[in-house]
């Protein structure tokens, strides 16, 4: 049976959608999480919900222990991963509130763990605390059965939503210049945000299948008949439309258990 780990973004930090929930405070070889795991299900699945800035969103995105967050899922017995995230719109075609299944990103970050891996031990096959190869392909981060999920449930819900796009996560916690939002476009980057690029990289290393809902809240900053972004007006939006995530993510929770994709085991 599968077992899913929600790691919610701002906006969805501390969602009651979990039935017969518990909550239970781990550490790791990396320490401690970003917030207690909640336990509990959606649709009969048992689930494991995670705030990665914290239930009341104290942690600046270079300070989210991205490392600890995959491991304490991975050590709670999650078979596959679902994130959430609000972003920035490159694209004019990507509204304020329209969803994103990411497809591919960009990792624009300089300061933050991106491998479990510190060091390789001499005449050995580089390996690190959770096994496996150190040198993890990435050409498709994102899982595809999950993605396939997503869009079906999407599409049934009829919520809007574009069926692939590439983010570029930053450091922050500050946001893009003109000029930086403008090169981004020209690298091809439909969407911007601040986490999920090393934590899908970590995903993928620990052998967990991970895909991500981005909710479109502002246009960054190249547009420049738009507002310049600001942290009040992502709230706002991602408020006002969190409700679709919610919805997006307890319907593909739903398909996942009838899924052949269950079958997927996590690597150790």
Aim: hydrophobic share 40%.
């Amino acid at each position: 049976m599968a077992k899913i780990g929600i790691i919610g973004g701002s906006g969805l930090d501390d969602p009651q959608i979990l039935k017969d929930a518990r909550d239970e405070i781990v550490a790791t070889h990396w320490g401690e999480a970003s917030s207690p795991l909640r336990h509990g299900t959606i649709e009969g699945v048992a689930c494991v919900l995670l705030a990665r800035h914290g239930r009341q969103h104290t942690l600046p995105p270079t300070q989210v222990p991205n490392r600890a967050n995959i491991q304490a899922l991975l050590d709670a017995g999650c078979s596959h991963i679902l994130a959430t995230t609000a972003v920035g719109s490159l694209r004019n075609k990507i509204a304020r509130g329209d969803l994103v299944i990411v497809d591919q990103f960009i990792d624009f970050t300089r300061f933050r763990k991106t491998s479990f891996h510190d060091h390789f031990e001499p005449g050995a096959k580089p390996s690190g605390p959770i096994g496996g190869t150190a040198h993890t392909p990435m050409a498709d981060p994102f899982s595809p059965e999950l993605r396939k999920l997503l869009i079906e449930s999407a599409r049934a819900l009829k919520i809007k939503h574009h069926a692939r796009g590439t983010v570029v996560t930053i450091e922050g916690p500050r946001f893009s210049t003109r000029a930086e939002s403008r090169m981004f476009r020209g690298w091809g980057a439909d969407i911007i945000n601040m986490s999920i690029a090393p934590e899908c990289a970590l995903a993928n290393e620990a052998g967990i299948p991970y895909a991500a809902v981005a909710m479109s809240t502002d246009y960054d900053c190249w547009k420049v008949d738009e507002e310049s972004v600001t942290w009040d007006q992502i709230v706002a939006i991602f408020e006002h439309n969190v409700e679709k995530v919610v919805r997006l993510l307890v319907a593909t929770i739903a398909r996942l258990r009838e899924s052949p994709a269950t079958s997927d085991s996590v690597r150790r």
